[in-house]
């Protein structure tokens, strides 16, 4: 454990760098994703971002082909 006043993301950026951000369809709707996980909400109508499902952090499907 790690206590520090400087955020995660910058301690442990060499690791978070290694993957790549990736545009797809996710049930219906434009994401990007990072390692398997949405990252990102591609949408203009307000009710999809109450959608639980497109929670950035959720596992998705892999089977969903990227664009």
């Known amino acids: 454990m790690i206590w520090s ?3 995660e993301e910058m301690l442990f950026a060499q690791q978070n760098a ?3 951000r990736i ?3 996710y049930l219906g ?3 990007y ?3 398997g996980k949405l990252d990102t909400l591609l949408s203009t109508d307000p009710a999809d971002f109450l959608d639980q499902r497109f929670v950035p952090g959720v596992c998705i499907n892999s089977g ?3 664009q």
């Open 33 to 35: 994703a990072r390692g």
């Open 29 to 31: 709707k434009k994401i």
């Open 64 to 66: 969903e082909n990227p």
């Open 18 to 20: 290694q993957t790549e």
């Open 5 to 7: 006043i400087i955020p």
């Open 23 to 25: 545009e797809m369809q």
